[in-house]
């Protein structure tokens, strides 16, 4: 009997540890910096739910990112972690007003730009409250944001309850 109970911590363990992986994404975020072209390759993404900032409504955001936060993510404590962590990517929030809010990082942090995307640029072809996938195509480049074009597959990594 106590090997059942070791073998079901064990996978248990393994099961916990895979949830908390980042899932894969592949594409592009490209923003015309005043010293040049900066290029994101987008490899990770992650979705996590808490608070809008400006609302309180419990939102879901897409955290896409060429390295891999996710200790960082399952590290936060309130849902404005989420967004401070990542030094070259992209976050997308879901489930706000008429349009989807984004936020563009790249050379670890040093160039941002934050705006509004029609919804109709995210392309989903799955929408549940514990995983978001499909394709973001976005042209931004002539009100001097970003140009997007990322694929992802993403599970509920983290659910925040507070904003700050």
Known sequence: MPSARIALCAALALGGVAAAAADNAKGTASYQGKAGPIVVTVKHV???????????????????????????????????????????????????????????VGNNQLVQYSGTADPASLKLTADTPQRVAGQWELDARAAGGPKVDVEFDATLIKELSKLR
């Open 46 to 104: 992650y979705l996590v739910k808490g608070p809008d900032a400006m609302t309180g409504k419990i939102i879901r955001r897409l955290v896409l990112s060429s390295e891999d936060v996710s200790a960082k993510l399952l590290g936060c404590a309130t849902m404005m972690c989420s967004d401070g962590d990542i030094g070259e990517g992209m976050t997308l929030d879901l489930d706000g007003e008429s349009r989807l809010n984004y936020w563009f």
